[in-house]
C-alpha cells in the first residue's frame, strides 16, 4: 500500500521564523506533490504543487522535492500567526484513462507564536 | 460566484439509519471525488467520477455508495452497513486536464 508520512507536529515556530514540514512517501513511481493548508474546521485549500527535483517558489512558500529519497518538503518564511494549522502533503497516484487519486499524509500541525 | 456546495454543513443520524451527503459544483469539473477525514487524520479516498454515469472505489467505499446522473452533482449515501460512520466528509471537483482538486466546505456527521 501506498504510504506518506508527516510528522504529526505540533511544530511550534516563532513569527518570522522558518516553518519546515517533511513528508516522505513510499512509491518510488510517484510524479507529482501536492501541499494542501487545512484550517481547523475547515477544508484543504491547495497551496502548491511540485513535480520536479529541486525547489519551487511561490511568495513565502517554497516546496522542496527529492525523488532519490522519496522526500518531499514545505518551507514558510518569515511565519505569520495567521500560518497557523495542518499542513497536509498528498501524493498524485494515476489510476489510469487520466484518471488519479491523492493519497494523503495525516498531516502536521503548525503553530507560529507571536 | 463558481464553487462546490456541501450540505448539510452537520447531519445527525441514528444507527441503522441511511444518510445522503450532497454535493454540487457550477464549475462544470468533469472529476469528483469523495474524502473521510477522521480527527487527526489524513484524508482517505471513498469514491470518485470521471464522467456522468460512472464512478469507481476509493480506499474505503465498504458501506458507502454514490451516484453521478448529472455532471454537477454527486451525491454519497452512508448506509446502514458502515461500522463507524461518524467524520467529516469532503467532496472535492477538478477539471481533467487540471492537478488541482478543489474541496467543498465539508459535512460533518455524527451517529449517535
Known amino acids: 500500500q501506498k504510504e506518506v508520512e508527516q510528522n504529526s507536529g505540533p511544530l511550534s515556530v516563532p513569527e518570522g521564523a522558518i516553518a519546515s514540514l517533511n513528508c516522505t512517501y513510499s512509491d518510488r513511481g510517484s510524479q507529482s506533490f501536492f501541499w494542501y493548508r487545512q484550517y481547523s474546521g475547515k477544508s484543504p485549500e491547495l497551496i502548491m504543487f511540485i513535480y520536479s527535483n529541486g525547489d519551487k517558489e511561490d511568495g513565502r512558500f517554497t516546496a522542496q522535492l527529492n525523488k532519490a529519497s522519496q522526500y518531499v518538503s514545505l518551507l514558510i518564511r518569515d511565519s505569520q500567526p495567521s500560518d497557523s494549522a495542518t499542513y497536509l502533503c498528498a501524493v498524485k497516484v494515476d489510476s489510469g484513462a487520466g484518471s488519479y487519486q491523492l493519497t494523503f499524509g495525516k498531516g502536521t500541525k503548525l503553530s507560529v507564536i507571536p | 460566484d463558481g464553487g462546490i456546495t456541501q450540505s448539510p454543513k452537520y447531519l445527525f443520524r441514528k444507527e441503522g439509519q441511511n444518510v445522503t451527503l450532497s454535493c454540487e459544483q457550477n464549475l462544470n469539473h468533469d472529476a469528483m471525488y469523495w474524502y473521510r477525514q477522521d480527527p487527526g487524520q489524513g484524508l482517505r479516498l471513498i469514491y470518485y467520477?470521471?464522467?456522468?454515469?460512472?464512478?469507481q472505489k476509493g480506499d474505503i467505499a465498504e458501506g458507502y455508495s454514490v451516484s453521478r446522473e448529472k455532471k454537477e452533482s454527486f451525491p454519497l449515501t452512508v448506509t446502514s452497513a458502515q461500522k463507524n460512520p461518524t467524520a467529516f466528509y469532503l467532496c472535492?471537483?477538478?477539471?481533467?486536464?487540471?492537478?488541482?482538486?478543489?474541496f467543498g466546505p465539508g459535512t460533518r456527521l455524527t451517529v449517535l
Open positions: 472535492a471537483s477538478r477539471e481533467l486536464a487540471d492537478p488541482e482538486q478543489f
Open positions: 467520477s470521471q464522467i456522468v454515469n460512472d464512478f
